[in-house]
Structure formats: structure tokens, C-alpha cells
């Protein structure tokens, strides 16, 4: 058996079995022994009928009586069994241990015979109880203290049976696969591959577990640091030459508004990149609301004033819209014409635009992805910014690159990664920080109320409206599928608002399937004042950009995540008015409170990420797979920061070496590294 085969070839995996493994991708040996515990049961942790516990513990009692087996329903009964605990003073303790469904415990106790109970404590009404526990008597414990590893629950396979196979396969003298090569092993005191394995499905202590974990981490952060490397080397020579810098200084000065220190050290950053002769690729990451745009802009000045084409890839053909209206503003008093191209205009306009792309007369061209189109030819593209909703992968901006001569990128990101996760999604950009709001900016209160309070929250908006402020109401988008939740769909929001406010103001509606011409005729008569009220969906999460807006009441908030109603949040408080959030949500649920308490309580999007990972875990974060982000069998990127840090050193060693086995080694890796990165869908 070689680690490489089937797991049809250890005994006890038919087809059944071996389809269930499948649907877990485990076909072959190494695949199964690459399948971690989730946890393990440490039935040393020992524990008292005293208190009570989270996690299980193992409890020393003797049984009292042999037990009561009690029915309780037709398919259901209750076995209870008193127990006496000594305390270490002598004392003793009762309690009570209580098995469902489980009548043939009836004849396995018997009185005065001591045993040892796994399992949670529990104390409600000074009764002392455990549920379901596992145990066994004082004479049999050899197996009982054993560090037992608990799997991932996989449909059709027993745990028992899953640990069978995982020692069958180690009974056998089997070659398993080390990547790493020896004399980093040797040189690093690792152990080998397979030690580390038998360590993690077979540990003595948890030391063992942490030993042999910290090996496969090891050699995944490795495996990060390698990928980065290679990516950052793709950032080839730049044939884009660049003149006129100190022409930014006075772009600056044009403005309405000063620049804050984080803007202009971002502008730096990005002429430094410039200067440098290769090509930018960088990622700035601020805030909502800290001013992204304009550093966009001035940037699109540059290239227009060097005779390069921009182009700016916005994720939704509103924020395209917006952001052309924008570009507009502060680009055409200097004589740079702006171009707008979207998958919705029509053939003659679309036309049209694409000549004057292909002239080199459109200087700036805002679109969504039709942007990278094979139709699209550029007269001289010399930068790229895309919105972070977007991140292109290396292969799609490739793509764009093969459109112009090897144009800069300059990635723009609200999403408010921790440093670990921005490092690993973008490693191979470099990072500037935007830290900072611009002057004046006040924090935007925020409440978390239960819905008998819309009706005063829907009089306060009023008070906002009558001194000529604008506001949203955001519900969740629906599917049709769930016509019969509690949730109200945005049809039936949108009408009892008109019915509560009567004609006193002017209220529109906004959400995602509305046909584009109707979505932009709302957008423009909202950002002209045209109307007070707008009930939408989250549609309106990034961009829409009103500084007259004071007030937004997000409805059935536990709908949403936590990244995104911070995102939401945003689209007030971008002006001088104090501004307003408030979350509504009936849902007493205590892990809903305490979401919503981060948003109340936090108005820093790095804090509530930082917050919201905490509560969900790594699992779920940001979707993170739909980001392509690869993912780990031991490494927490999280957690394991530090670890990803330190390996830089041996990571470069292998980079850099010409040891034939290295080389194949790191080769290996890359490969693997992009077919997880480039798998990035583009909605
Ligand atoms: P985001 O980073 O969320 O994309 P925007 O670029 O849309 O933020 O900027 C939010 C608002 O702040 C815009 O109205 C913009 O004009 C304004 N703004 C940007 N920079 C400054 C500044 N330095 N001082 C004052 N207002 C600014
Ligand atoms: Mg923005």
C-alpha cells in the first residue's frame, strides 16, 4: 500500500464508504491522513460536581443506587443515576448523570461501585447534573485517559470506524510523501511528515498534538511566503515613463478641501512606486468614508498629464456611474475628457465610446469589468484601478495588462482586512494605509432598537428631513423562496413608509434588479436632493455618496454581517451633520446582541473586523473562499501571524536556492499557490 493509492485499499472502504470520503475530497491515503481532528477529548481534565463547566470534564463518583430507567415519551427515555462525589476535604457531593434513550445502562452500574464520568456539568436549581457522559468503571480506565482525537463529521462514516481506518493505515510500513526537503528538516529540527502525522491522529498529551500541528503549519507558511515571493517577481520592468510629479501638489491645492497626512503619505507612496521604474502594483486600504476617491483621481490627472490612459474598474455599473460623475468634477476644468463604458448602453453609444478609447481621446475611462473586454483596445494604458469588491486575480490582471503596455495597478479596498488576511489575499501588493477621516468628520451615533421603536425612529428621521437632510431606509434583499419569513420585503417597507409619511416627502425605492436606467434617474435625483427618503437594499452598500444624508435605519439588521453594516453605515456622516444609524432587529438571539453591540459600540472598520472574526471565527470570514484565498489544513493565518513571519527566512533560502530537489520543491509549491489564488469569481 503506498500512501498515494485509493482508500478502497484498506479494508472495511467499499464504494459507500469511499463515495462518502469523496464527498469530502478524500480519495487516497495521503488525502485521508491529511483529514485533522477538530479537537480532542482530554478526559484528564478533571472536574467537580462543584462547578459548573463549557467544555467536558471527567467527574470520580460513586453510584448510589443502580439507577431509575424512566419512560417518559413513546420513543423516549430517561435513565438516572444518583452519584456521591468526595471532595478532597471529605465532603461529599450528589449528583445526578442522565442518559436519553440508552435503557440496556439499566444493568451495566452497580451500587457503591466507583466510576468516572466524562461530560459537561450542569447546575440549574441546586440540582447537580450530567448529560450523557461518557464513563467507565475505576478497574477499566487504561483507554478511559487516553488523548482521543474527535474528526469533522463526515455523512455515512461512524467516528469509531474513521479512527479504525486511521490506524490500520499506520500499522502498515508505509512511505508517506515528505515534500519538504531533508536538509531544511534537519537543519529547522522538524520533525518529518509522517512523525508529525502519527503525532496529530495518535497524540499521548496535547503536546504532542501542538508538535506535530506546528510542523504542517510550518511548512504552510512556507508555502505562503514562497507564493509572495514569486508573485512580487512577476512585477517586471515598467516601460511607462513618468514626468511632472510636482504637477500633483498643485492638483492638490485645487481641491475644495485639504488633504489629510494619510492621503497625502498614500500619494507618496504611489510616486515613489512610480519613480521606481517597475511596475506598481499597490493596494490602498482606508476606511469608508476616508477619502479613496480622490487619490484615484489625482493619480488619473497624473497618467492624463503624462499622455497614459486610466482606467477605473468599479464593481456595480451605479458606483461606475457615480464614480464618472465624480471624475468628472475634478478632472474636466483641466481639459481631460472622461468616458463612461458600461454593459448597459446601447450598441451606437458603446460604439462610440470604444472609438474614442481606442483614439487615445478618452483619457480616463470609469467602467465596470466590460473594461476587459477582448472589444476594448486601449491607445495607451498606463494605469489600472480596480475596486478591492473586484479583486482581480493574477490571471485576470494579466489579462489587463496584455491590454496596455504593462499599465500600473493601484487596488482600492474599504474592506477592512487584518494585516495577516491582506498579506496572504495580496501579497503580492504592496500596502498604504489610509489611517485617518478627514477634519470635521463626527461619529455617527448608532442604536440598536427592537421594532416596536420604527415608528419613532421613522418621526425622528422626519425631524432630520424637515431640516433638509436626506435619509435611507435599507432592508434585506429577499429571495423568493423565503416569501414566508418574518423578513419584509422591500415592497412592503417601501409602502408603509409612504403610508406613514403621507406626501410630505419625496420617497423612492431602490434595489438591485430595477432596470439600470431607472437605478441611475433614482441615484442622480438623490444625490441632486430630489428626493428625502430612498428605501433600498444593500445595493446602495458602497459608493453611493451624499454628504446631505444624516440618517439610516437598517431593518431586520441581523440579516446582515457585521463588515457589511459598517460598509452601510458609511453612507452617512461623509459631511459636516451629525449623523445617525439605527439598527433594528426583533431577534433576542444573545449572539445577534452582541454583533449589534459591535457595531453600537465600534466605529473603526480594523475593530470590527477584528471583532467580527472573533465571533465567527476563520471559517466564515469574508467568505474568504470566494476571495480564493487557499486554504489550510493546520495554519491559522489568523493566529499563526507571527509563524508566517518568521518563516520568511527559510522561505527565501528555498527561493533562492539552486539544490535540484529545492528547486522541484519550490515549483511545486507555486504551482499549487495560483491554482488556489486565480480562482476569483467575477459576479
Ligand atoms: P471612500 O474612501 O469611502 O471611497 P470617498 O473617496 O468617497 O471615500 O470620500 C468620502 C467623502 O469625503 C467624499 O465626499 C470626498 O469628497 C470627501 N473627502 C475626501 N477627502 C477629503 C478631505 N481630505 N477632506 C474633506 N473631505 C474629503
Ligand atoms: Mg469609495
Same mark, same amino acid.
Not at 467536558?56 to 444518583?82: C, D, Q
Not at 489600472?384 to 482600492?412: A, N, Y
Given at each position: 500500500?503506498?500512501?498515494?493509492?485509493?482508500?478502497?485499499?484498506?479494508?472495511?472502504?467499499?464504494?459507500? =464508504?469511499?463515495?462518502?470520503?469523496?464527498?469530502?475530497?478524500?480519495?487516497?491515503?495521503?488525502?485521508?491522513? !491529511? %483529514?485533522?481532528?477538530?479537537?480532542?477529548?482530554?478526559?484528564?481534565?478533571?472536574?467537580?460536581?462543584?462547578?459548573?463547566?463549557?467544555?467536558?470534564?471527567?467527574?470520580?463518583?460513586?453510584?448510589?443506587?443502580?439507577?431509575?430507567?424512566?419512560?417518559?415519551?413513546?420513543? /423516549?427515555?430517561?435513565?438516572?443515576?444518583?452519584v456521591v462525589e468526595t471532595l478532597e476535604n471529605g465532603e461529599p457531593v450528589k449528583g445526578e448523570i442522565v442518559w436519553f434513550n440508552q435503557p440496556y445502562l439499566r444493568d451495566i452500574f452497580s451500587e457503591n461501585e466507583t466510576y468516572y464520568f466524562f461530560g459537561k456539568v450542569v447546575i440549574k436549581n441546586n440540582r447537580r447534573q450530567m448529560y450523557n457522559p461518557q464513563f467507565a468503571h475505576e478497574s477499566k480506565l487504561e483507554d478511559f485517559f487516553i488523548l482521543t482525537p474527535v474528526y469533522p463529521k463526515i455523512e455515512g462514516v461512524p467516528g469509531e470506524s474513521l479512527k479504525k481506518y486511521m490506524a490500520a493505515v499506520f500499522k502498515q510500513q508505509m512511505l508517506i510523501k515528505d515534500d519538504l526537503p531533508k536538509r531544511y528538516q534537519k537543519k529547522y529540527h522538524l520533525l518529518s511528515k509522517e512523525q508529525a502525522l502519527k503525532k496529530i491522529h495518535f497524540p499521548d498529551t496535547p503536546e504532542d498534538v501542538a508538535e506535530g500541528k506546528g510542523r504542517i503549519k510550518f511548512e504552510e507558511a512556507l508555502k505562503i511566503n514562497i507564493g509572495i515571493m514569486n508573485s512580487r517577481a512577476l512585477n517586471g520592468v515598467s516601460k511607462i515613463s513618468l514626468d511632472n510629479f510636482e504637477a500633483l501638489r498643485r492638483f492638490a491645492k485645487g481641491l475644495p478641501f485639504e488633504l489629510t497626512a494619510s492621503q497625502l503619505k498614500v500619494l507618496d507612496d504611489i510616486v515613489d512606486d512610480m519613480k521606481k521604474g517597475i511596475v506598481m502594483n499597490r493596494l490602498v486600504q482606508g476606511d469608508v468614508g476616508s477619502? +479613496?476617491?480622490?487619490? $484615484?483621481?489625482?493619480?488619473?490627472?497624473?497618467?492624463?498629464?503624462?499622455?497614459?490612459?486610466?482606467?477605473? /474598474?468599479?464593481?456595480?455599473?451605479?458606483?461606475?456611474?457615480?464614480?464618472?460623475?465624480?471624475?468628472?468634477?475634478?478632472?474636466?476644468?483641466?481639459?481631460?475628457?472622461?468616458?463612461?463604458?458600461?454593459?448597459?448602453?446601447? $450598441?451606437?453609444?458603446?460604439?462610440?465610446?470604444? $472609438?474614442?478609447?481606442?483614439?487615445? @481621446?478618452?483619457?480616463?475611462?470609469?467602467?465596470?469589468?466590460?473594461?476587459?473586454?477582448?472589444?476594448?483596445?486601449?491607445?495607451?494604458?498606463?494605469?489600472?484601478?480596480?475596486? @478591492?469588491?473586484?479583486?482581480?486575480?493574477? +490571471?485576470? &490582471?494579466?489579462?489587463?495588462?496584455?491590454?496596455? @503596455?504593462?499599465?500600473?495597478?493601484?487596488?482600492?479596498?474599504?474592506?477592512?482586512?487584518?494585516?495577516?488576511?491582506?498579506?496572504?489575499?495580496?501579497?503580492?501588493? !504592496?500596502?498604504?494605509?489610509i489611517d485617518e477621516l478627514p477634519k470635521g468628520r463626527k461619529k455617527i451615533k448608532t442604536y440598536f432598537y427592537n421594532e416596536k421603536s420604527y415608528p419613532k425612529i421613522l418621526n425622528f428621521m422626519a425631524d432630520e428631513m424637515n431640516k433638509g437632510r436626506q435619509a435611507f431606509v435599507i432592508c434585506p434583499f429577499i429571495e423568493e423562496s423565503e416569501e414566508m419569513s418574518e423578513v419584509k420585503d422591500i415592497q412592503s417597507v417601501f409602502s408603509e413608509v409612504k403610508q406613514f409619511y403621507g406626501s410630505r416627502y419625496r420617497i423612492a425605492c431602490l434595489y438591485s434588479r430595477m432596470p439600470a436606467e431607472d437605478k441611475k434617474q433614482i441615484i442622480d435625483a438623490f444625490n441632486s436632493c430630489e428626493i428625502?427618503?430612498?428605501?433600498?437594499?444593500?445595493?446602495?452598500?458602497?459608493?453611493?455618496?451624499?454628504?446631505?444624508?444624516?440618517?439610516?435605519?437598517?431593518?431586520?439588521?441581523?440579516?446582515?454581517?457585521?463588515?457589511?453594516?459598517?460598509?452601510? =453605515?458609511?453612507?452617512?456622516? &461623509?459631511?459636516?451633520?451629525?449623523?445617525?444609524?439605527?439598527?433594528?432587529?426583533?431577534?433576542?438571539?444573545?449572539?445577534?446582541?452582541?454583533? /449589534?453591540?459591535?457595531?453600537?459600540?465600534?466605529?473603526?472598520?480594523?475593530?470590527?473586523?477584528?471583532?467580527?472574526?472573533?465571533?465567527?471565527?476563520?471559517?466564515?470570514?469574508?467568505?474568504?473562499?470566494?476571495?480564493? #484565498?487557499? @486554504? #489550510? +489544513?493546520?495554519?491559522?493565518?489568523?493566529?499563526? %501571524? !507571527?509563524?508566517?513571519?518568521?518563516?520568511? &527566512?527559510? $522561505?527565501?533560502?528555498?527561493?533562492?536556492?539552486s539544490d535540484k530537489e529545492t528547486m522541484a520543491y519550490r515549483a511545486r509549491i507555486i504551482e499549487t499557490f495560483y491554482k488556489n489564488l486565480s480562482e476569483i469569481s467575477m459576479n
Open positions: 500500500m503506498k500512501a498515494s493509492d485509493s482508500i478502497r485499499n484498506i479494508s472495511g472502504i467499499g464504494p459507500k =464508504r469511499a463515495e462518502a470520503f469523496g464527498e469530502h475530497g478524500i480519495t487516497t491515503i495521503e488525502e485521508l491522513l !491529511d %483529514f485533522y481532528p477538530r479537537k480532542y477529548l482530554n478526559r484528564k481534565i478533571m472536574g467537580s460536581f462543584q462547578t459548573e463547566t463549557e467544555e467536558s470534564v471527567t467527574i470520580k463518583a460513586v453510584a448510589a443506587k443502580r439507577g431509575t430507567l424512566r419512560r417518559i415519551r413513546k420513543n /423516549m427515555s430517561l435513565f438516572v443515576l444518583p477619502g +479613496k476617491t480622490i487619490i $484615484a483621481v489625482a493619480c488619473a490627472y497624473l497618467m492624463a498629464l503624462n499622455g497614459y490612459q486610466t482606467a477605473y /474598474m468599479a464593481p456595480t455599473e451605479i458606483l461606475a456611474n457615480q464614480h464618472a460623475a465624480n471624475f468628472k468634477q475634478y478632472l474636466e476644468p483641466y481639459g481631460i475628457r472622461v468616458e463612461l463604458l458600461t454593459g448597459s448602453q446601447k $450598441a451606437k453609444e458603446r460604439n462610440a465610446v470604444l $472609438a474614442t478609447i481606442a483614439s487615445g @481621446e478618452a483619457q480616463v475611462i470609469i467602467g465596470t469589468h466590460a473594461l476587459i473586454q477582448d472589444s476594448v483596445a486601449y491607445y495607451n494604458l498606463g494605469l489600472v484601478i480596480t475596486d @478591492e469588491q473586484h479583486r482581480f486575480g493574477v +490571471k485576470q &490582471r494579466g489579462r489587463l495588462s496584455l491590454k496596455g @503596455e504593462t499599465p500600473h495597478t493601484l487596488v482600492m479596498s474599504a474592506t477592512p482586512i487584518p494585516r495577516t488576511l491582506a498579506l496572504i489575499l495580496y501579497g503580492d501588493l !504592496d500596502v498604504s494605509y428625502d427618503l430612498l428605501v433600498a437594499t444593500s445595493i446602495i452598500e458602497v459608493g453611493i455618496d451624499v454628504p446631505n444624508v444624516s440618517v439610516i435605519t437598517i431593518l431586520s439588521a441581523d440579516r446582515f454581517g457585521l463588515s457589511q453594516l459598517h460598509q452601510l =453605515r458609511g453612507r452617512v456622516g &461623509r459631511g459636516m451633520h451629525q449623523s445617525y444609524c439605527f439598527l433594528v432587529s426583533n431577534s433576542r438571539n444573545e449572539q445577534t446582541i452582541e454583533r /449589534m453591540r459591535v457595531i453600537v459600540n465600534n466605529h473603526s472598520g480594523k475593530k470590527i473586523a477584528d471583532e467580527d472574526y472573533r465571533l465567527r471565527g476563520p471559517g466564515d470570514y469574508f467568505g474568504l473562499k470566494q476571495h480564493g #484565498f487557499p @486554504e #489550510f +489544513k493546520a495554519l491559522n493565518p489568523y493566529e499563526d %501571524f !507571527d509563524l508566517i513571519s518568521e518563516t520568511k &527566512r527559510v $522561505a527565501t533560502e528555498i527561493y533562492n536556492s
